[in-house]
C-alpha cells in the first residue's frame, strides 16, 4: 500500500524554528498481525501519517506502533475498522538465498501494481544511515525506476527483502533475515535493541607485524587499535590485542570471516547478524603473546554517541542564544543544510570538523560547538560577521555542550564575558560587557523575533 507522510523537519540555521510542512512517499508491507512495515527514515519529523490501500484514496490515518531509526524499520497500524479484512499479509522467507527463484519488485505507480524483474548482484556489509549499525545488505540489479522507497522483493511467492535505496539500476535491500530479527525483537517484552561491536582496527598482514605480538605461521587475526568509549569491547578487548576469532568465527588478517550463506563478510556483522544488545560473544585474542578468551556482552551504541552526530531522530537541535551570538551543537543534519552536495559546499573550517564525525567523543570533549550566526545589534559590534568558529571556552570554562555555555555565562570574568574560539577560525577571541548581557539579550531576541532563548538536550 502507499504510505503518505506529512513531515515537519526543524530550521538548521534558526533552531528555534520549524521548516515549512513537507510530504513522502513510501511503500508499506502487511504483515501479520494488522501490522505495516516500512522503512523508518521516511517517518522522520512526521506529523501526519496516512495509508491508501491500492494506491486510491481514501487516505486513512495511521500510527507508529514501533520504529528503530538504526535498522532502519518500523511498524505502522490503523485503528480504521475493517482495514485489513481485503488485504493478506505477505510470506516473509526466513532469510535471503541468492539460489533462490526469479527475483522482482513490486510497486504501485499510478494505481496500477507493476512487476519490475530484479537480478542477485552482491552482498555487503552497509553501515545505517543513523548510526551505530551494520547490516548484510543485498544489492540487486533491476529495471524498477525510481524505487528504493520500501518496494517488497520475492523470490517465487515469498518476500526476501525491501527496498532501502536505489542508485540508477542498482537497489539496496535489507534482507529477510535482519527483518525477522527486527520483528521478532519487537514482540519481546522489552525491544532489546542491536549490539555494535565498537572497535577500531588495523590489518594483521605482515610476518614481521604478526611475529612481533607473539604469532607463528601465517598472519591471522586483526590488531586492535582502541575501542569506541562505554561501547562493548571497551577495557574488553585491548590496544595490541590480536582478535583470533569472535562467536566461534575464525578472523582473518583483513577482518573477514566465513559467513555460512554470504562468504567472505567483514568481522562488524557479527554483532548483529543473530544478536542482539545483552548478548555475550565469546573472543579468542592473543594478548601479550598469549592466547587467552574473553567474554564481550554486546552494547547499543545510540547516534547521540559520536563527536559530530551524523543524525537526531525526532530530537530537536539544542542551542543558546546570548548577546545576539546564536550557538548550536554541531551534527551532520546542520551540515547538510548547505544543500545536496552539502560535504564540497560547507566552509573549508567545517570541512575539516566533518572528516572528524567518526571519532568518538572523550570525557573531556562530548560535543563541538559553533556559532552559527550573530544578529547585529550595538551590543556585539565588531562581530557580526563572525560565522561558523567552534567554541573553546566561555569565561575560561572548557564547553562542550550547550548545557555548559549556559552555566558558564553565569561566571563572567571581571565583569566581561570572555569566549574564547579553536585557533584557525578567524577571530580567536569574544569579549562582551557582563553587566547589560541579560537585557541586551532580550532586547536583540525582541528585535529579531526569536521566540525561545535556549533549548538544552533532553
Not at 540508477?168 to 522489552?190: F, K, M, W
Amino acid at each position: 500500500m502507499t504510505v503518505r507522510v506529512t513531515y515537519q523537519a526543524w530550521n538548521e540555521y534558526r533552531p528555534w524554528q520549524k521548516a515549512k510542512p513537507r510530504n513522502r512517499t513510501c511503500l508499506g508491507t502487511v504483515m501479520p498481525g494488522n501490522r505495516i512495515l516500512v522503512p523508518a527514515a521516511y517517518l522522520d519529523d512526521a506529523t501526519l501519517i496516512q495509508l491508501e490501500k491500492f494506491d486510491r484514496p481514501p487516505r486513512i490515518p495511521a500510527r507508529i506502533v514501533h520504529c528503530d531509526n538504526q535498522v532502519g524499520l518500523a511498524i505502522l497500524t490503523t485503528d480504521e475498522p475493517g482495514f485489513f479484512d481485503n488485504l493478506k499479509p505477505v510470506d516473509l522467507a526466513e532469510t535471503a538465498d541468492a539460489e533462490g527463484e526469479d527475483f522482482y519488485c513490486v510497486a504501485w505507480k499510478s494505481s496500477q501494481l507493476t512487476f519490475s524483474s530484479c537480478r542477485w548482484s552482491q552482498v555487503k556489509v552497509f553501515k545505517s544511515s543513523v548510526p551505530y549499525f551494520g547490516y548484510a545488505g543485498i544489492y540487486f540489479i533491476t529495471d524498477l525506476k525510481s524505487g528504493g522507497r520500501g518496494e517488497p522483493v520475492f523470490s517465487g511467492d515469498r518476500m526476501i527483502g525491501i527496498a532501502r535505496s536505489q542508485s540508477g539500476n542498482r537497489i539496496t535491500v535489507i534482507p529477510a533475515e535482519l527483518i525477522q530479527a527486527y520483528l521478532h525483537a519487537v514482540d519481546l517484552p522489552e525491544y532489546p535493541s542491536f549490539g555494535r561491536l565498537g572497535i577500531d582496527y588495523q590489518y594483521n598482514r605482515g610476518k614481521a607485524q604478526a611475529a612481533h605480538f607473539g604469532q607463528t605461521g601465517a598472519p591471522a587475526g586483526i590488531l586492535i587499535r582502541s575501542c569506541f568509549p562505554n561501547g562493548s569491547a571497551d577495557g574488553i578487548l585491548l590496544p595490541d590485542d590480536i582478535l583470533l576469532e569472535l562467536d566461534g568465527h575464525a578472523i582473518n588478517s583483513q577482518g573477514d570471516y566465513l559467513h555460512p550463506r554470504y562468504g567472505l563478510m567483514g568481522l562488524n556483522l557479527i554483532a548483529t547478524d543473530g544478536h542482539y544488545a545483552g548478548d555475550v560473544l565469546t573472543a579468542k585474542v592473543l594478548r601479550n603473546k598469549e592466547e587467552t578468551t574473553v567474554e564481550v556482552p554486546l552494547k547499543n551504541t545510540q547516534p547521540s554517541a559520536a563527536l559530530i552526530p551524523a543524525a537526531r531522530p525526532d530530537l530537536p537541535p539544542p542551542y543558546l542564544v546570548a548577546g545576539g551570538f546564536v550557538f548550536r551543537e554541531l551534527d551532520v543534519p546542520y551540515l547538510k543544510a548547505w544543500g545536496k552536495d552539502w560535504e564540497n559546499n560547507i566552509p573549508p573550517t567545517l570541512r575539516i570538523l566533518n572528516e572528524m564525525r567518526s571519532e568518538s567523543p572523550t570525557p573531556e570533549q562530548q560535543r563541538l560547538i559553533v556559532l552559527t550566526d550573530v544578529f547585529p545589534d550595538d551590543y556585539n559590534l565588531g562581530y557580526h560577521e563572525m560565522a561558523q568558529n567552534i567554541v573553546k571556552s566561555v569565561n575560561g570554562r572548557s564547553i562542550d555542550s550547550i548545557r555548559e555555555m549556559e552555566e558558564a555565562f553565569q561566571h563572567p570574568e571581571d565583569g566581561f564575558h570572555v569566549i574564547e574560539f579553536l585557533p584557525g577560525y578567524g577571530t580567536s577571541k569574544v569579549i562582551l560587557d557582563a553587566a547589560p548581557f541579560k537585557d541586551a539579550t532580550a532586547a536583540i531576541m525582541e528585535k529579531y523575533q526569536i521566540p525561545t532563548r535556549i533549548r538544552l538536550n533532553p
